[in-house]
């Protein structure tokens, strides 16, 4: 169903539609925010710079963002998922020749008055593009190999762009919010269980070859992946923060030792403890009840998003509102396992809460798109 | 586009059955988040309160201990000895300058190693704050319990016991074990992934000859041990620990007693000396003099003892054995007869022309002798050592095969032995010379290797691997290292060289005719130990060139020149004669003859290493006895003082 069979008379206009936007989803997105700002305030050690206030400043610009996006027909964003992708995929290009070198890996674009990071940007794009491509698509060539290989080729393109910069994470990211997508729209079974199979078969034969006449990798290779894989074989480094991070994340217990009483997270233990580490401080000083309240709050909004998705007709809708939420999801996941030494480090921060402003801009942004696809939907 | 209603309904259900799959997979794994922190904050919050609150966990490195060096027999080249250093934990210490300000009143360290340290410091600060760095090395017991009693003044620094390396032999094997030093940027930045370990400011790692060579083998592993530090950063206690591995004890084939007598007996000369076993290829020594004691540069050199060290016009930090390469002068004979025998060139009774010069190509060649040698046949063209009789063989065989013969007695061929600067000397042929020149190949150029001048140049220990071949026929390769913590490196006994047995054995002859025939060169350093017989050839190789008008004054004589325009006095040889057990080579740089100056020490060196020990008197020509014992009685009196001043300082 396209938006040429909406009725259209029963979809909201003008300011009217302020009323119809998901309220619940609006305020969980603010809440999970104000933590945000809460922690960064209390990581600078009580100070708003300099880390809360530009955050601040960044998510006003942001919910204007979304509040504009969420007013625009969710048709329009459709048409223009095409322009949004080949932008972002041109941002990243570009990062390669004029980006900045930060954190040991080219990922920003210098704008003046803040740093894009066009890789945040792909995240998104990619999701809409899917969306919009399964759209357009023909039920019964979903599984056509073809028409499996053209969604495939748009996430690995950007995935491979990605990786150069080098950033694992975001890589990572796109590839599983992208294969969601596909298994979302209706790819048939055969091909997740083709691709899953020969992943983990490969897998297998690198690390059983290890040792014999027929080893695959290098042997400093196969070192660099123990270390990958367990931190703890190498305490000085990737270990070493691992470590703190789990003190200072037990050392919380039920309640925590309240708001600015975090020692550890204090002590300089982590290098990135605004970033990618942000959760060991909010679950120290909040303790079990601060990082499961949190939680809940990724989990509903996330129940929120799929809530709107399952509601709507428009097939592009909900696979973007689905893809979104997985998107989210895949955030919060990854850098909890990993700041609780359950996944190896790769560098993924924690949504709305970890400090930096692609992230936070194209994350509302996102939302703005969800809002939209609520208010826009078919009644 | 548009769907048909059946379709659509198709299309939704699907996706809503996944979409509950996979948010059912995802509501999962929250549940498994959440489990996990329940695990990490509740269950295990104790533990871990206990952790963050009264304690620290720090983990520091166990440096490895470095593996230790003996020589043949046993005893010790380079140990690892306790010492006593000042440490600073930087992130303990807050202020850095503040404290280090209060522990320079309490001790005394030096103005000029502060600002490094101190810089050092501060780098590893931002770097690893949890690394200790040390402040002070080598420190007296004294100032360590000056700062021990005064810790709470002095948060972040503590006593620590390591260890240094220590060389007992000091000079006797500066130029073969070389040294360690801390570990520079400069080192830092050569190498692609650094151990962990090469953080440690002032960690010591091998800088020159096998130390560094073999470095990876010496090092180690680190180990690593997790401590609980109180707040001022005092260790509580230790929580576990993994051991490292210490590193490889290299065993090497030199011989301590051997080596510490030719560093006597070479003494403030510039020269070197090689002795290397024909049956097994070991090197048992491997002197150059002057020499230096490493133990400065473990130390931290001072910046008189350096300069007085690279201002010396006898260079006692070069490695003259393997890095120093000389023409090989008279002692090249050997190698142009030997490619003229395998040519098929000498017929037994062949004999030439010697009137004290030959012409080539209008240019005229003099022998050492102006009066010429007469009728030479190969014996005593080597014997004489009458350079007429080896250009005319040269200019039959040709460089090319020269030079390829040169190559096979190990000649311009790089022994890849684990010293600092091992040269390849050089054995040049047409190729060469038009590939680095650019210029044709000229007779005159044939006519000057034959007798080892011109461009061929050659290490001491090519010279001695040279005579091995020849002693024993065999492609013998140098060794230096015996066993890597006990287990045995192969031989270097070598193949058969293919060469024909009936040559070498006249070339054996002539070398021995060198040393024991009346009128041979070195007849004056022959040994008269029917067991012991000794084959040699003397070389006495220019440094400048003879112009026309000075031979026709009269060649100036070598102590009338300044040092550094006398010859270098050379000899080879291999002993004893029947079953050639040693090869020996000697250089003298700037010495004079070879016969006068090289041969001499070669021969005591080689009764040294036949013995033993001293040799008996008996062993020498009776005329030589007397200054032989005066000069026996002065090396063991100096050799045993040099023994008694090591064992005062340890």
Known sequence: MSYLEYAVKSVPSGPRKLLYLNWPLLLLVCTVAGAGFLMLYSVAGGSFTPWAEPQMERFALGFVIMISVAMVPIWFWRNMSVVAYLLSVILLISVEFFGTVGMGAQRWIDLGFMRLQPSELMKITLVMLLAAYYDWLPEKRTSHPFFVLIPVMIILFPTFLVLQQPDLGTAILMMAAGGAILFLAGVHWLYFAVVIGAGVGLVTAVFQSRGTDWQLLKDYQYRRIDTFLDPSSDPLGAGYHITQSKIALGSGGWTGRGFMQGTQSRLNFLPEKHTDFIFTTLAEEFGFVGAVSLLVIYALIIAFCLATALSSKDRFSSLLTMGIAVTFFLFFAVNMSMVMGLAPVVGVPLPMVSYGGTAMLVLLGAFGLVQSAHIHRPR | ?650
Request: charge should be neutral.
């Open chain 2, 1 to 650: 586009m548009r769907r048909n209603p059946r379709e659509l309904a198709s299309l939704q259900t699907r996706t809503s059955r996944r979409a509950v799959l996979l948010g059912s997979a995802m509501a999962a794994f929250s549940g498994g988040l959440a489990l996990r922190m329940r695990h990490l904050q509740v269950d295990q919050a104790d533990q871990f309160r206990l952790l963050a609150e009264e304690n620290r966990i720090n983990i520091r490195l166990i440096p490895p201990e470095r593996g230790e060096i003996f020589d043949r027999n046993g005893a010790t080249i380079a140990k690892n000895t306790p010492s006593y250093r000042i440490v600073i934990v930087p992130e303990d210490a807050g202020d850095i300058d503040a404290v280090v300000a209060r522990l320079t009143k309490l001790i005394d360290i030096p103005e000029e190693d502060l600002e490094d340290t101190l810089e050092a410091v501060r780098r590893s600060a931002r770097q690893a704050p949890f690394l200790p760095v040390t402040l002070a090395d080598q420190v007296t017991w004294e100032d360590i319990s000056k700062v021990a009693v005064n810790t709470p003044a002095l948060p972040g620094i503590t006593p620590e016991v390591g260890l240094t390396r220590v060389y007992p032999q000091e000079g006797a094997f500066a130029h073969v074990v070389g040294y360690v030093g801390p570990v520079s940027d400069y080192d830092l930045s050569k190498m692609e992934d650094p151990d962990q370990l090469l953080r440690i400011p002032r960690f010591q790692i091998g800088k020159v000859g096998l130390e560094a060579r073999q470095e990876e083998r010496l090092r180690g592993k680190a180990g690593t041990k997790r401590v609980e530090v109180n707040a001022t950063g005092r260790v509580m206690r230790e929580l576990d620990r993994k051991e490292g591995e210490s590193g490889a004890d290299l065993q090497l084939t030199v011989d301590s007693n051997l080596q510490g007598y030719i560093q006597a007996r070479l003494g403030r000369e510039s020269a070197s000396a090689v002795v290397i076993d024909c049956e097994s290829g070991d090197i048992v020594a491997c002197a150059s003099a002057p020499t230096f004691d490493p133990n400065l540069f473990v130390r931290g050199i001072s910046v008189a003892d350096y300069r007085g060290l690279t201002e010396d016009t006898y260079r006692p930090l070069a490695s003259k054995t393997v890095q120093g390469i000389y023409p090989p002068g008279s002692t090249f004979k050997v190698i142009t007869a030997m490619a003229a025998l395998e040519e098929g060139l000498i017929g037994p009774d062949d004999t030439v022309w010697c009137p004290g010069y030959l012409e080539v190509a209008g240019r005229r060649f003099h022998c050492w002798k102006r009066g010429g040698h007469g009728h030479v046949n190969l014996e005593n063209s080597l014997k004489y050592s009458c350079d007429v009789y080896y250009y005319d063989l040269a200019l039959k065989v040709g460089i090319d095969k020269i030079s390829a013969m040169a190559h096979r007695f190990g000649l311009g061929v790089r022994h890849d032995l684990p010293m600092s600067a091992v040269a390849a000397g050089l054995a040049p042929n047409r190729a060469w010379k038009q590939r680095v020149h650019g210029q044709d190949w000229l007779v005159g150029d044939t006519a000057n290797a034959s007798i080892g001048q011109g461009y061929m140049l050659a290490s001491p220990l090519q010279l001695a691997v040279m005579s091995a071949r020849i002693a024993t026929g065999r492609s013998v390769t140098p060794r230096l290292i015996k066993s890597i913590d006990g287990v045995e490196e192969p031989s270097g006994a070598g193949e058969d060289m293919g060469l024909n047995e009936n040559n070498l054995r006249k070339m054996r002859r002539a070398m021995y005719a060198v040393s024991n025939d009346r009128r041979g060169t070195a007849y004056r350093s022959r040994i008269i130990e029917d067991a012991f017989r000794m084959a040699g050839k003397t070389g006495t190789s220019q440094v400048r060139n003879i112009t026309a008008d000075e031979r026709a004054r009269g060649v100036i004589r070598n102590e009338d020149l300044p040092w550094e325009r006398r010859d270098h006095a050379l000899f080879v040889c291999f002993a004893p004669y029947v079953a050639p057990k040693y090869a020996v080579s000697v250089v003298v740089e700037h010495g004079g003859g070879g016969s006068s100056v090289a041969a001499p020490i070669a021969r005591d060196v080689m009764l040294q290493a036949l013995y033993k020990g001293f040799p008996p008197l008996e062993a020498y020509p009776s005329a030589d006895r007397d200054r032989v014992k005066a000069q026996q009685e002065r090396l063991s009196r100096e050799m045993r003082h040099a023994e008694g001043e090591r064992s005062d300082r340890a």
